[in-house]
């Protein structure tokens, strides 16, 4: 999971100017990301830590970490097999919503998976978080399908992709 460039970014909400850092996933990380995963999202949406674990060690993993004032505000989870990617998870603290962090780490995750040979990146989300479809569609991604009784709680769940620009060499 190497070969992530430390960033700094500033956002710039309208009432808070919030400064984080990204890098990549240290196996310290483990416990706070399982605990943000679950601050996140609902039982039955949200992954056990035996399912956390397993997507970190898939061999085509990467997870980016967004760090505010040292404390770990959200991260995001891809995996990739050859030329197809898969956003697993996409998390960040009810706190840190709408500053930025989450567009950046998408950014940065989409970046990841680009310089890796990624054409085509593909994510699943409850049908009933219109929130995170708006993100998702205000990032470029459009629904490929509805998978019913996706999550284990029984929610459905738009299957959502996007045809990522090839990376450039520098």
């Known amino acids: 999971m190497g070969g ?17 850092s990204l890098r990549p996933y240290r196996d ?33 993993a990467e997870c980016i970490v967004a ?17 197809e990617g898969h956003i ?10 709408r500053q930025g962090l989450g567009s950046a780490l998408l950014e940065a995750a989409e970046r990841g998976l680009a310089a890796r040979g990624v054409s085509k990146v593909y994510l699943e989300t409850a049908t009933t978080n219109a929130a995170a479809v708006a993100f998702w569609q205000k990032h470029g991604y459009r629904t490929a399908d509805v998978l019913p009784g996706y999550y284990s709680n029984g929610d459905d769940a738009y299957e959502m992709s996007k045809t990522l620009t090839p990376a450039r060499e520098s």
Do not use: H, N
Request: hydrophobic letters at 40%; a negative charge.
């Open 67 to 83: 760090e505010s004032a040292g404390e770990i505000a959200g991260f995001v989870l891809t995996d990739r097999r050859k030329s």
């Open 88 to 97: 697993v998870t996409l998390d960040v603290l009810e706190a840190y919503r």
């Open 4 to 20: 992530f460039l430390y960033s700094v970014i500033r956002a710039e909400p309208s009432r808070v100017s919030v400064e984080f």
């Open 28 to 60: 310290e990380d483990f416990q706070r990301l399982y605990e943000i995963d679950q601050a996140c999202f609902p039982r039955g949406v949200a992954y056990s830590r035996r399912m956390l674990r397993w997507f970190l060690a898939e061999p085509g």
